[in-house]
C-alpha cells in the first residue's frame, strides 16, 4: 500500500507560480512511476507529468512544457510540481498518483495505469 497527500494548490493571478507537494508513505520502493493529474469537472482526468522513479525519466504534456517541472526528493519521499507562467487553463484539482508495476498500461501520462491516488489539491488561475 502507498499513502499520497498532496499539497500546496492556491488561487493566484495569471502568471504567477506555485509549487505542489506529494508526501508519500508506506510502500514507496514498489513505486515505478510518480505523476501529476489534473481534472475539472465534467472532463476526463488529465496527465500533467511523470517521473520514472528508476531512472528519473520525465514526460510532460504539451500544454505545459517550458512552464512546469516535476521532481522529488527520495530522502523525504516528496514528489514535487514546480509550475510557472500560470494560465486560467492550468485551473483544477491536482492529484499525485503512484503505479507499482514496471508495465504500466499506455503512457505515463494516463490515469489508468496507476495504483494508488492523493485525495487532491485545488488550483485555481483567475485572469
Known amino acids: 500500500q502507498v499513502q499520497l497527500v498532496e499539497s500546496g494548490g492556491d488561487s493566484v493571478q495569471a502568471g504567477g507560480s506555485l509549487k505542489l507537494s506529494c508526501a508519500a508513505s508506506?510502500?514507496?520502493?514498489?513505486?515505478?512511476?510518480m505523476a501529476w493529474f489534473r481534472q475539472v469537472p465534467g472532463k476526463e482526468r488529465e496527465g500533467v507529468a511523470s517521473?520514472?522513479?528508476?531512472?528519473?525519466?520525465?514526460r510532460l504534456a504539451d500544454s505545459v512544457k517550458g512552464r512546469f517541472s516535476i521532481f522529488r526528493d527520495n530522502a523525504k519521499s516528496t514528489l514535487y510540481l514546480h509550475m510557472n507562467s500560470l494560465k486560467p487553463d492550468d485551473t483544477g484539482m491536482y492529484y499525485c498518483?503512484?503505479?507499482?508495476?514496471?508495465?504500466?498500461?499506455?503512457?505515463?501520462?494516463?490515469?489508468?495505469?496507476?495504483?494508488?491516488w492523493g485525495q487532491g489539491t485545488q488550483v485555481t488561475v483567475s485572469s
Open positions: 517521473i520514472y522513479t528508476r531512472d528519473d525519466g520525465i
Open positions: 498518483a503512484a503505479a507499482v508495476r514496471s508495465g504500466i498500461p499506455g503512457t505515463p501520462l494516463q490515469h489508468f495505469g496507476y495504483d494508488y
Open positions: 508506506g510502500s514507496t520502493n514498489n513505486v515505478y512511476y
